[in-house]
């Protein structure tokens, strides 16, 4: 049974960092393309960033492109998401998400994702 669970959510000012894990079980995270979504007040689940089973892809929303930066610890079945220079904007609820062997871009529309339970960030200004 594949389980996510998410930490390292917090509130923070605009311009501070954050680094949010996501430890991964019932799986090999070298087998599984995973992602990282956000949903924002009154606002729809949006993907963030991909990081492709093989670790040969990684693809960031435009949005955080040069902020922030996905990666992985196999030993650790562990995925990161490193959030730099946050905006408010950057407010919302991320959820680790993971995925059998599919690329990144069909990660978004594939309706067999495993979810984690989502962890809080707060940005103010």
């Known amino acids: 049974q594949v389980q996510l669970v998410e930490s390292g959510g917090a509130s923070v000012q605009s311009g501070g960092s954050l680094k949010l894990s996501c430890i991964a079980s019932?799986?090999?995270?070298?087998?599984?393309?995973m992602g990282w979504f956000r949903q924002g007040p009154g606002k729809e689940r949006e993907e963030v960033s991909c990081?492709?089973?093989?670790?040969?892809?990684?693809s960031y929303a435009d949005a955080v492109k040069g902020r922030f930066n996905i990666s992985k610890d196999i030993g650790k079945s562990t995925l990161y998401l490193d959030l730099n220079d946050l905006t408010p904007e950057d407010t919302g609820v991320y959820y680790c998400?993971?995925?059998?062997?599919?690329?990144?871009?069909?990660?978004?529309?594939?309706?067999?994702?495993?979810w984690g339970q989502g962890t809080q960030v707060t940005v103010s200004s």
């Open positions: 998400a993971a995925a059998y062997l599919i690329n990144c871009n069909v990660l978004d529309a594939y309706p067999h994702k495993n």
């Open positions: 019932g799986l090999r995270l070298d087998d599984y393309t």
């Open positions: 990081l492709k089973w093989n670790g040969e892809e990684r």
